[in-house]
């Protein structure tokens, strides 16, 4: 009879512990206002979309809601207040970490001013940590600006390895078109496990895997797109030639701005074995053709009008302007050239 009474209370005692044990999911977004507002705190898990809404009341903002995990969440701040002409003031969407604990915003107005900070979690006081030392470095050149922008960025990613920062900044900082696979994966592999397994994790991995099948070395994969005639066109028809495969779109300012210099280049080496193809993203077809039109674009032009372009999807492009050089043994040689880059580049290999 002692043994089971001591057995009970032995279980009893470890449900306690249990209890105690477990991890508190509420989290609150707290903050002053001056002016009255409707916020609207949105994230996803899983697939579904989820919002907490709220308003201002005694000059004050406060979100509360439960969450077990860590994610990234926007912010939407809907002014009440009137502009000049009647209407509503225009609603302002802001990022931020969203996770477990008490998310203080410096201001609900700061929003509106493009000046918001969340702080009082360890991941919003990461990011800050991280915009401060970016900060630190605005003025420079824009060449320099961008270089000490990336060692930033990689020596906080090597010292934060267990923190969801650091596979953001991994994705957007570094990964940017088609990023060097000789910085970003190192960086990658040197992450925790459980940020590597995370969704945003996993995600990144399936990059990884498409981006090693065309980094520079590789065969460019092959892919067929229909021109403004709707004539079938083949990566593969150029083999033979130096070509460069440019994603772009008509609704792309730095791919307009781009355009220029890829006529001067396609007109000083197009007797040299060289040439273009262009691959719009563009789904609307007047679009398209209105810009080739515009911008006096000589080479072959194709797309499929699909909002993701089997091509894109193939070739792993995240962004545009994007391009490969290749070569006319259909090696990828070059990739994410603009402006002086690429004509350095083709100078290099054409001209040799």
């Known amino acids: 009879m002692q043994l089971i009474k001591f057995s009970t209370g032995l279980i009893f005692c470890l449900f306690s512990i249990t209890g105690l044990a477990q991890v508190d999911s ?45 994610v990234e969440a926007s912010l939407l701040v809907s002014p009440l207040t009137k502009e000049s002409d009647g209407s509503g003031a225009m609603a302002t969407i802001v990022h931020l970490w969203l996770e477990p604990g008490h998310i203080r915003i410096n201001s609900l107005d700061s929003v509106q001013k493009g000046n918001a900070l969340f702080s009082g979690t360890p991941l919003n006081d990461e990011s800050n940590s991280l915009a401060k030392e970016k900060q630190s470095v605005t003025g420079l050149p824009d060449k320099e600006h961008d270089e000490a922008v990336m060692a930033i960025v990689i020596k906080f990613i090597k010292a934060h390895p267990a923190s969801l920062v650091s596979l953001t900044e991994l994705n957007i900082s570094l990964s940017r078109g088609i990023p060097d696979l000789q910085v970003v994966e190192p960086l990658f592999s040197g992450l925790s496990a459980d940020v590597k397994g995370s969704p945003l994790g996993l995600e990144y991995q399936k990059k990884l895997i498409k981006w090693r099948t065309v980094d520079i070395g590789t065969i460019a994969p092959d892919f067929t797109q229909p021109d403004q005639n709707g004539k079938l066109i083949k990566l593969s028809d150029y083999k033979g030639k130096y070509i460069l495969v440019d994603f772009w779109a008509s609704w792309c300012h730095p791919c307009r701005d781009e355009n220029p210099n890829l006529v001067r280049q396609y007109e000083l080496y197009k007797g040299k074995n060289f040439t273009i193809l262009s ?74």
Do not use: C, H, M
Request: glycine share 8%; no cysteine; hydrophobic share 30%.
């Open 26 to 70: 509420t989290y609150t977004l707290q903050g002053k206002a001056e002016k009255p507002a409707t916020v609207t705190l949105q994230y996803s898990i899983d697939g579904n979309t989820i919002q907490n809404k709220g308003e201002v009341k005694n000059g004050e903002i406060k979100l509360t809601g439960t969450i077990d995990t860590k």
């Open 279 to 352: 691959i719009s993203l563009d789904e609307r077809r007047q679009d398209w053709l209105k810009a080739i039109k515009e911008d006096r674009l000589p080479w072959k032009q194709v797309s499929d009008l699909k909002k993701n372009n089997q091509a894109r999807a193939k070739y792993g492009v995240q962004s545009i302007p994007d391009n490969f050089l290749i070569s006319p043994e259909g090696e990828i040689i070059g990739k994410s050239l603009r402006g002086e880059n690429l004509n350095k580049k083709l100078k290099e290999v054409i001209e040799k």
